[in-house]
């Protein structure tokens, strides 16, 4: 079955860095789009970035644009969020999703950026 596991959150300074990976399985991961989103407290869970298949595209929320870079391998079947000069308004979850008919999400990782 499909599944995604997300992993690589934690607490951070401001400032800080992290790197979000997520393991895919139980599809054809490079015939996908891959994308990541967050969902603060309190908040909707938003886009914060895509990459197409081929991981030739990318695009970005304009809140991370700059700072978060997505890239994918296509031989591990993972896809990572490469997050830089943290803020804490980047707190949250962060989930990994495909869309195959319907969007599948994994269970999420907590980033809490915090002095």
């Known amino acids: 079955q499909v599944q995604l596991v997300e992993s690589g959150g934690g607490l951070v300074q401001p400032g800080g860095s992290l790197r979000l990976s997520c393991a895919a399985s139980?599809?054809?991961?490079?015939?996908?789009?891959m994308y990541w989103y967050r969902q603060a407290p309190g908040k909707e869970r938003e886009l914060v970035a895509s990459?197409?298949?081929?991981?030739?595209?990318?695009n970005y929320a304009d809140s991370v644009k700059g700072r978060f870079t997505i890239s994918r391998d296509n031989i591990k079947n993972t896809v990572a969020l490469q997050m830089n000069s943290l803020k804490s308004e980047d707190t949250g979850v962060y989930y990994c999703?495909?869309?195959?008919?319907?969007?599948?999400w994994g269970q999420g990782t907590q980033v809490t950026v915090s002095s």
């Open positions: 999703k495909v869309v195959l008919g319907y969007p599948r």
């Open positions: 990459i197409t298949s081929a991981g030739r595209n990318t």
């Open positions: 139980g599809f054809t991961f490079s015939r996908n789009t």
